[in-house]
């Protein structure tokens, strides 16, 4: 007789028609906290705020959504957001991509080819034949920030990581801390499927 299969908690996903209504008792046991004490922690903690700026419960609800959507933790800051008109731009640190990656049931594990101008990350997946390679470019990933000018090739680094994970797992709907910084000052639109749209269409149709 064939046992069942073992459900691991930490990457479970609970089906899209069920999240309203369980979404915030179910994250709070999973972390061990009253569901209130969960909504008020989290708007205080794991959003970008400016001044006079408040996070509201749609808001809260949007990043409870993508943070099980990809089974992040946002009390450890794997995941966090900058509130955006009435949505939220959600915002992956390099734990939780490197959380993710590994999760992932067909990751085969990964490599690094650098130097001085560019870093190249090799991703291996074990249902295909060929692995994702992505190259990025110091010269256009670069910013005149604190860690970019301290540390150039370990952000290099984590700039190819997340770029090749996005294309190895087809990845949508969450950015790093630039790319949100981009999109909130509108240098930028994103180009990914908007989180945000999918928790409006739960919620409504609930």
Known sequence: MTSPTKKNPRT???????APASLVSTMAGKWGVE??????????????LGDGKEVTN??????LVVSNEYGLNPFTRQIYAFPQGGGIVPVVGIDGWSAIINNHPEHDGLEFVDNDDSCQCIIYRKDRAHPVKVTEYLSECKKETAPWKSHPKRMLRHKALIQCARLAYGLTGIYDHDEAERIIDGDVVPTSTSEGSIVEGIISES
């Open 12 to 18: 479970e996903v609970l089906p899209r028609d069920e």
């Open 35 to 48: 569901p209130n004490r969960l909504m008020a922690t989290l708007k205080a903690t794991a959003f970008n």
């Open 58 to 63: 749609e808001q809260m609800m949007m990043l």
